[in-house]
């Protein structure tokens, strides 16, 4: 079921669960929707992702999802959970994840917003580090995300830097070093993303080229075997294209 499904499409204003009620869709895919709500007796909205029951057959998908989130409660860019409702709709008990309520936007609209809808060197450098580092702290906790791309990662733009959010975890069982090289390899693919993909590759600096390494697996991770490689580099290479 997904959120075409009509069971799982909500009206604004409809209660949800004993404490909540619903604003707006905000996301939708093949595990369920995502609502923005409104906690009755505080006011304070949050973000409620209501699992379909196919993709969650006696609730086990949404409790691995809650309990991987619990897990990674102390990484800052993880996005925070809080704690999961049966909520009844249309005679069916389905389970929603309620976490907060992200600032900012997906990083891949973010990209689309840029002028040529690519970012300046010097902004994508800035904000792949803050991923980079959000994504070391994940690894070295124990932990990995399986999802990451440009529709999972929430921008949001703070001072002379910025805030990210890492949404839409995987939990595909224990945690192995390729699992890991995976989110490097996919990490390297939303920078090359950020800097305008394929059209720009060939006009950019040497040091942004030699982490995209022409995209090839193989040297990605043989410069970069672990998140904290990637992460030193970031904050350590020296520019010889600049002075
Ligand atoms: N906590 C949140 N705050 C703000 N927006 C969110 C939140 N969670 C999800 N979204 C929005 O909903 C979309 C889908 O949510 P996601 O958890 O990635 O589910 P899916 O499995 O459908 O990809 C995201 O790309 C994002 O735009
Ligand atoms: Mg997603």
Redesign the pocket.
């Known amino acids: 079921m997904t959120a075409d499904d009509p069971a799982i499409q909500l009206q604004a204003g409809r209660k949800l669960g004993s404490r909540y009620r619903v604003e707006s869709l905000?996301?939708?895919?093949?595990?369920g929707a995502?609502y923005s709500v409104v906690d009755i007796s505080t006011g304070i909205r949050r973000?409620a992702?209501i699992f379909g029951t196919h993709a969650d057959r006696r609730g086990r998908l949404s409790t691995r999802h809650a309990q991987k989130l619990n897990r990674l409660r102390y990484c800052h860019i993880v996005?925070q959970y809080l704690h999961s409702e049966t909520v009844r709709i249309k005679g069916r008990s389905l389970t929603a994840l309620v976490?907060?309520?992200?600032e900012g936007v997906?990083l891949e609209k973010f990209i689309a917003q840029q002028p040529g809808k690519r970012m300046s060197t010097f902004m994508a450098l800035s904000l792949f580090q803050v991923l980079v580092e959000g994504l070391e702290e994940v690894h070295l906790s124990g932990e990995y995300h399986a999802d990451v791309h440009s529709?999972?990662i929430?921008v949001q733009p703070r001072g002379v830097g910025f805030e990210i959010k890492l949404?839409?975890f995987y939990e595909w069982g224990k945690t192995t070093k390729s699992k890991q090289q995976q989110d490097i390899l996919d990490a390297v693919r939303v920078f090359y993303e950020m800097l305008g993909g394929r059209r720009f590759y060939a006009r950019l600096p040497d040091e942004v080229k030699y982490i995209m390494a022409g995209l090839q697996t193989k040297h990605i991770l043989k410069r970069f075997p672990a998140m904290s490689d990637l992460s030193l580099y970031l904050s350590t290479f020296e520019w010889t294209s600049m002075t």
């Open positions: 905000i996301g939708q895919g093949s595990e995502v973000a992702k996005l976490s907060e309520l992200c997906p529709q999972n929430m949404i839409d």
